[in-house]
């Protein structure tokens, strides 16, 4: 069995609103495949498989993980450096999930591409802003920038 993986991961929204049914469904899915299959490694932390519990402070991303039942790690990230593309992300996901009810194929399309170019950039900037803290695999820090993405989806207009 992998020990430098995720077993368990819980979003904390505290006083926000729920997210909108399309960032609940990307959630979902977002949490469903990080368990499935996913690489995180806490260097210098007890080995896993950890719990993380995701949510924020204030400005702040916060990781709370556990391994066995005992504290593992906590640390926090600031938003800062990730609430621009997060905004250009929902704002492109707004239009894209607009298309699909009428838009011609190929507009979907063009949208669908900037929408994956924004969160594949997400996905670098917090695979950066990790580094030290968390060892993470690019497809962990796309599923991770998503569920970013969730608990900053009440900072959008």
């Not at 990307?26 to 007890?46: K, R, T």
């Not at 996905?123 to 820090?141: H, I, Q, S, W, Y």
Request: glycine share 8%; aromatic share 6%; hydrophobic share 35%.
């Amino acid at each position: 069995m992998m020990t430098d993986r995720l077993a368990h991961i819980e979003l904390d929204l505290g006083e926000a609103p729920p997210p909108s049914p399309e960032m609940q469904q990307e959630q979902q899915v977002a949490i469903f495949d990080l368990i499935e299959e996913n690489s995180f490694a806490l260097p210098g932390a007890p080995s896993g498989p950890y719990m993380l519990t995701l949510g924020r402070s204030g400005s702040r991303l916060s990781f709370d993980l556990s391994a066995s039942g005992s504290p593992a790690a906590q640390f926090d990230l600031s938003l800062g450096p990730l609430r621009q593309i997060v905004k250009d992300y929902g704002q492109i996901c707004a239009s894209y999930y607009e298309a699909v009810k009428t838009a011609r194929a190929s507009e979907i399309e063009t949208l669908d591409d900037a929408r994956r170019g924004i969160h594949r950039e997400g996905a670098r900037e917090l695979k950066e802003r990790l580094e030290g803290k968390a060892e993470v695999d690019p497809e962990t820090a796309r599923r991770l920038f998503t569920l970013v993405c969730v608990l900053l989806s009440e900072d959008r207009p």
